[in-house]
């Protein structure tokens, strides 16, 4: 086997099992682009290039998907790691791109634009499939089963859980009081300017009502344990479509610090994290576990049942929007790939794509 096929392999499979957002093929393709044109970092020194390829990666990122990744630093650094594209990895592809002229690099972004019109194909059939007509089970068969987003099963299941819950909560008009007793009016005033801050109380006004809502905290990659939502008015919610064990679901309770934790997974996880509540004290922590068919049976009696005239647009509008905000299409990528010259390049044939092939 030629070591450019050994190196190509191991590309591909980076490719393949990264998410829609290509954080980690997108940071090889830079170092690669910024060895052919610039070239004044040391390949087999990963220290010259490790972080600054996380500047470079972030540029196009930003430009394409509007967004960077928040994993650790710990976490980017990996793709230099032996069980990815390793310094004398990345040589073979290097000298290859140099040879192609930059044909690895574009390989790289064609891969990324056919699993950004993947993603663009499923949007688009919740932008444009009628609330009677939508059903749960078939978005997440359309993740689960499509190899190139399988990936972003977890945020896919963030998505409909926040529109669902969000949905819900501001249907039912839920407020939230924010209030202090008579007896703590001098205690008020000593520290007015405090409490104006922190509670957005006064004298005068030692009491205020707000909608209540859910939040999503952001883009997070798989290996981070953090928050996934946020309440106004009190509970932290995980969503975690992954196998658990003992081990794992103590992270995801330990890790948020709230006395209200909603966990959201698939029906055999739950079954596990009902076992391990009932056996270790932090188990009073969680207020309820949420299973995927419970979030179908939900979607059904939204989007059919008895108020479908007060939840369904509602719950298929922020469906469609929080999809669009977690996966924007890039519509500078074509661009992108005029500006870098890609789609004018001759292309080797150990680098064609299914864009080529296709076009």
Known sequence: MSTVKIAKERLDSIIKKARVDFYKPIQIAEVLRYLRLIGDIDITNINTYQNPSIHWRN????????????SSARYQHDVWNLSAMYPELLSILDNENKRTNGCVERYIYLKFNERQETVG???????????????????????????????????????????LFETIVV??????????????????AEFSDLVCVLLGLEIGKESWEFPAHIYRVGVTNAADRGLDMW????????????????????????????????????????EVIEVITK?????QRVRGIVRESELINWYERCLRGKFSSQTAQPLMNRLVNSFKAEFPQA???????????YLSMSVDKVWVTDIDINF
């Open 59 to 70: 540029t196009v990122t930003k430009r394409l998907l509007g967004k960077i990744s928040t």
């Open 121 to 163: 194909s499923i949007i688009s059939f919740i932008e444009n499939v009628s609330p009677q007509d939508f059903k749960l089970s078939v978005l997440l068969d359309k993740f689960i089963k499509d190899i190139q987003v399988r990936r972003s099963i977890d945020k896919t299941y963030e998505i409909i859980t926040y529109s």
């Open 171 to 188: 249907a039912l008009g839920a407020t939230i009081k924010v209030s202090i007793p008579s007896s703590s009016k001098e205690l008020l």
């Open 231 to 270: 309440t106004n008015f009190g509970p932290a919610i995980q969503v975690k479509h992954m196998t658990l064990n003992k081990n794992l679901a103590e992270k995801i309770v330990d890790q948020v610090e709230s006395d209200n934790i909603v966990i959201v997974c698939c029906d055999a996880d739950a």
């Open 279 to 283: 056996q270790i004290s932090w188990g």
């Open 331 to 341: 519509s500078a990528m074509i661009d992108f790939l005029e500006e870098h010259e």
